[in-house]
Structures are given as C-alpha cells and as structure tokens.
C-alpha cells in the first residue's frame, strides 16, 4: 500500500482552494512567457503556505522556484501553465499546475505532522508550448540540487496511463531568397522562391516514406508571396523534426539541410536555416516511478494503463528526466476519446470529471515524493534505472 489515500484526503481538505486556482486560470489564459496572472496566483496560494519563493526566477519573468522543508534529500514538482492560442487550455496545464501545488501543500501538512525531512520544490515552468521554458531554467542549474522530479499531464480521453516516453523536438526555421519580377511580363527575370519551398515539401513528402516509424516531419509555410502576379523573392515555413531516440535527430537534421540545400540548386536560391537551440528532448520515464503511480492509483481504485509505444507529441519535460530522474504520467479528463489541443479538452480541463483526475493524479503523485523522501530502497531503484 502507498500513501496515496491519505495524501488524498488531505487534498480534499482545501478543495475549494485548488478547484478555484484551476477554474481562475482556465478563464485567463495567457500564451507562453505572459503567464503573469497563473503565476503570481500560484506564488501567493505557496507563500501563504510558508513556502520559500523566489519569483521571477532565473531571468524569465513568469518561472518562479518555492520551496519548503530541511534535509539532504530534494524531490521537485513541475507546474506548468501557459494556454494556447485560440482555443485557451486546450492541453489543460491549468489542471498542471494546479495538481502540483496540490500535491506540493499535502506533502507538506503530512511531513510536518509525522515529521519527515526533506526539501520539497515546486518548479514554475513557463512556455512549455514551443517556448522551452525548462529547457532554458535547466540550462541555467534548475535541477542543479535537485535528485528527482515529476509531473502530471492531463490527457483527452477517459483513462489514466504512465509516462510512455515521447519524441524529441527539433524546431527549424527556413526562408529562401529569390529575385522578385513580373510574372506575366518579365518571368525570366524572376528567381522563384515559392518554387523553391514546394519542392521541400515535395521533397519531404518523399522522405517520410523512409523515415523510421520512431520519427516524424511535418510544417506549414507561412510566407509564401504576396501577389499572383509577382515572383515570391521570399517564402518562409517551419518545420518539426521529431524522434524518440535523441541521438536520430541529428541524421534528420542533416538530411533536411541537404534538403534546402537541393531546392536552391534547383531554383537559383539562396536559403536561410533556423535550427532552434531550444531542442526538446525525448522523456526518459523512470520504470520504478512509473510503476508507483500505477499502484498509488490502484490504492484509489483506479486503473492505469501502460501504453504500448512513446507518444507522438514532445515537451520540454524531456530535458529534465534527462538530467535527472522523473516520470510525466497522465491522467484521463474527457468522457470519450479526443485529440489534445482541441476545444473539447478545453472545455474538460473546467469540467468536475477533469477536476476531480487531476486531485487523484495530485495524490498520486505525492504518493510517489513520499516514498522517495521515506524509502532508501526506492530511491536506490530510481537512481539505478536513471543510470541504466
């Protein structure tokens, strides 16, 4: 048995606190790195708490770091909160951030009570949505003192499941210069950058079939000229590389460039390519952690599903469970099956079958911090499976 009941009903306690948080940033959302509302919101409910903060932290407005408690032992939970455009929380990261502080507030009323030592964090983690934010706080010594971490995510469909693992994220940015001239007049003096672009998409198009089922590309142009009439001398698209193994996304890195490189030979173009340095990177999920979450949930009576393959999608999250040992388990907030970043998750990360998962992943996920502060033998089987 886990703790995880107990952590629950210390949850349930302050409900109408969390449920608040959730439904107040769910009406605001903002977009990556103007979190302002979400995080400041955050910050009060954990100094309230007697939660240590330093906010903004390591120079991004909207990050902040709080922690609490004493001991050699520091385990962090991860809040996310950034929306998306157009349709608000459609990832539901209100429900994220508001199952971290959750979690974070239980741990401590319970390690205070029974007085167990150990330094628990809650990581404000900005712009997960394209912006990277871990991978620049990781970059800055986020993790440096920290020995584990975790988070929950909600997911669109009914069912509960652990940390698949997802691919790693390289975005890129190409833009081709041609010579601009009059398409029904003067075309041979025209240098076609839009010629150009298509024939990187057709080219990528012939590339998939190639691709290993682990990998994925795909983008959208998003300056392709301006008039009919008029030769583009400038065309813009990005693009997505993706891969569950870290290490094949830089054979696609290089492929794409010969890409490119073809198309201006074929067009008399010149190029320009972005590689961004914020690659995300594939979730390293940690078996042991993994496990426990399944069976803190089976404590409550609920199932966890296992998934049979790494998720298509990618997070910034990656970037930490490389570093350091951590899970990003899911739990289920939709009555049937949907895709993420949809109008219908939007509307489940503010609905009570939404509200109610992410208070149990909370448990859950406290169950896990608890057993790594209290349990030698755990935390050795965490750190073996992160070394393997």
């Avoid at 004493?70 to 962090?76: P, Q």
Wanted: charged fraction near 20%.
């Amino acid at each position: 048995m886990t703790r995880c009941k107990d952590i629950l009903s210390i949850i349930e306690r302050d409900r109408d606190t969390y449920l608040d948080l959730a439904r107040r940033i769910w009406e605001r959302p903002e977009l990556s790195f103007e979190e302002h509302y979400a995080a400041a919101e955050q910050v009060k409910l954990l100094e309230s708490w007697g939660f240590s903060v330093t906010f903004p932290y390591l120079g991004l407005e909207t990050a902040f770091r709080a922690e609490w408690g004493e001991g050699d032992i520091v385990f962090a939970l991860a809040s996310e909160y950034d929306a998306l455009p157009g349709i608000g929380h459609g990832c539901g990261h209100n429900l994220i951030c508001t199952a971290a502080l959750a979690s974070a507030n239980a741990l401590r009323q319970l390690m205070t009570k029974e007085r167990i030592p150990g330094k628990l964090v809650v990581l404000g983690t900005p712009a997960e949505e394209g912006g990277s934010g871990k991978v620049l706080l990781e970059r800055q010594g986020a993790l440096d003192d920290i020995h584990a971490c975790m988070m929950v995510h909600p997911k669109s469909s009914p069912t509960y499941t652990t940390d698949p693992g997802c691919t790693a994220n390289q975005r890129a940015t190409i833009d081709f210069y041609g010579k601009a001239s009059h398409a029904g007049g003067m075309p041979e003096q025209g240098i076609n950058a839009l010629d150009a672009m298509n024939l990187v998409y057709a080219a990528v198009g012939c590339w998939r079939q190639q691709l290993p089922e682990d990998a994925r590309i795909h983008g959208v142009i998003t300056a392709g000229g301006d008039r009919p009439n008029i030769i583009p001398d400038h065309t813009q698209a990005k693009f997505y590389l993706r891969c569950v193994r870290n290490t094949y996304l830089e054979t696609m890195k290089v492929r794409f460039k010969n890409i490119v490189d073809g198309a201006c030979l074929m067009t008399d173009c010149t190029s320009k390519i972005d590689f961004a340095d914020t690659a995300t990177a594939a979730r390293k999920p940690n078996g042991p952690m993994n496990k426990l979450y399944m069976k803190a949930l089976k404590d409550l009576g609920i199932e966890c599903t296992v998934p049979a393959k790494p998720g298509g999608g990618s997070t910034d999250f990656g970037n930490f469970s490389i570093v350091r040992p951590g899970i990003h388990p899911y739990f289920g907030i939709c009555d049937n099956e949907y895709a993420g970043h949809s109008v219908e998750m939007t509307a489940a990360a503010n609905s009570e079958r939404g509200q109610q998962a992410c208070l149990n992943a909370a448990a859950a996920m406290g169950a896990i911090a608890l057993e790594y502060y209290t349990n030698p033998d755990f935390r050795a089987e965490v750190d073996a499976d992160f070394r393997r």
